[in-house]
């Protein structure tokens, strides 16, 4: 496979490819890439706290722990919109973190505490698999306070 060059212009690769694109086909790129720019808008950069599961035979135990950082964005999804978590490769053979949730009245009251049940204590964004993928959760109060920023009409 050839190597990429340093500095090489993806952007400019993409616009390129984009205007040579037919009518209709240009059409739906830019859609896509305004949908994109608006998901970015609201995105916000949280900690995200991993581990690592092994399984033993008196059951599963934590490897290893950390914590890095973990992009969360609101974007509108085929019939919803979605809460979305976006990480890079957790490391040592871990997997890509994305993973989404339906972003509704439920999710937002039940994050903060108003669904009747106390507020968790964390918001498990992926559960862990050993041998497969990481562990991954965020505090409650940032999504809480990211989610009164942005959408406050779901805790009224």
């Known amino acids: 496979m050839p190597e990429i060059p340093a500095g090489f212009d993806f952007e400019d690769l993409a616009r390129r490819g984009c205007d040579l694109a037919p009518p209709e086909v240009r059409d739906r790129i830019r859609v896509r890439q305004a949908e994109r720019e608006r998901a970015e808008a609201t995105r916000i950069d949280l900690v995200g706290h991993f581990s690592r599961l092994v399984a ?11 914590t890095a950082p973990v992009r969360m964005r609101i974007e509108q999804g085929p019939d919803c919109e979605i809460l979305r978590f976006l990480a890079g490769s957790t490391g040592d053979g871990g997997h890509p973190l994305d993973e989404s949730f339906v972003l509704d009245r439920d999710l937002a009251r039940g994050v903060a505490g108003l669904s009747g049940k106390p507020r968790p204590e964390r918001v498990q964004v992926r559960t862990g698999l050993p041998g497969r ?4 959760w965020v505090d409650p109060v940032d999504v809480e306070a990211y989610l009164r920023e942005h959408r406050p009409d779901l805790f009224a």
């Open 133 to 136: 993928r990481d562990a991954c």
């Open 56 to 66: 033993r035979r008196d059951g599963l135990r934590v490897d290893r722990a950390w």
